[in-house]
């Protein structure tokens, strides 16, 4: 499996920066929350419904060289909703999958949840191949960051959780709150190493949101097909 580095604007998460810049593939995603239909209007594929009510959206681009070929989910679980938004294909240079959560990722009591831990909030993740080889990456909506920090209805210092409202817990912020944060934006790139190392790995904290991820699937489909 490639190694891959996740940025973020203004922020750096599960690894290095990549001096050496792409090379070969690079894949730009984009969490917000808005009401409309907004960013799944200008993309090539998209998956889910607008945001009326309010609701997140991922847009994932291909900014590289390289297509992508596989399938990238939107997931989670929370008290009140599940969402399972999923798109398989080939996504190739230039072209965008847009995923909208609806109808409303907010207030619904947080996704992801994992007992005496915070909770992950939504995922996105992506398994397939790319640049001929096996590729698997994933992100939560804790570890992304706008780099705009606001306090929230509540008296939370934050500039994550964008995709479930701006809370922490997923308590109902409202939407003159939620429909303004900061979007967040991620890359995953290729790295130096893929080039000076002999075996790269994915790192440990990517691989283990994968793998929760795609048990937590797993068992969705298992009692709501889809």
């Not at 907004?38 to 609701?55: D, F, H, I, M, R």
């Not at 979007?183 to 080039?195: K, R």
């Not at 994968?210 to 797993?218: D, I």
């Amino acid at each position: 499996m490639k190694n891959h580095v996740l940025l973020a604007v203004g922020m750096l998460f599960f690894g290095t920066l990549a001096v050496a810049g792409p090379l070969g593939y690079s894949l730009t995603g984009k969490a917000s929350y808005q009401t409309g239909c907004g960013p799944l209007a200008t993309v090539n594929l998209s998956e889910g419904t607008c945001g009326s009510p309010a609701t997140a959206f991922v847009v994932l681009t291909n900014t590289g060289t390289s297509a992508f070929t596989g399938s990238a989910y939107l997931f989670g679980i929370a008290p009140a909703q599940t969402i399972v938004e999923e798109i398989a294909g080939t996504l190739a240079p230039g072209q965008s999958w847009g995923f909208g959560a609806g109808p409303r990722s907010s207030a619904q009591g947080g996704f992801n949840k994992i007992p005496g831990q915070p909770d992950f909030g939504l995922m996105f993740f992506l398994t397939g191949t790319l640049d001929g080889e096996s590729f698997g990456a994933s992100v939560s909506d804790s570890g992304l960051h706008s780099g705009v920090f606001r306090t929230n209805p509540f008296g939370v210092l934050l500039d994550n959780y964008i995709m479930q409202g701006g809370d922490p817990l997923g308590r109902d912020t409202g939407n003159a709150f939620a429909t303004t944060q900061a979007p967040a934006t991620f890359v995953w790139q290729a790295s130096a190493s893929d080039v000076t190392l002999i075996a790269s790995t994915p790192e440990p904290g990517t691989l283990t949101l994968l793998g929760l991820a795609l048990a937590g699937l797993a068992a969705v489909r298992r009692r709501f097909p889809v």
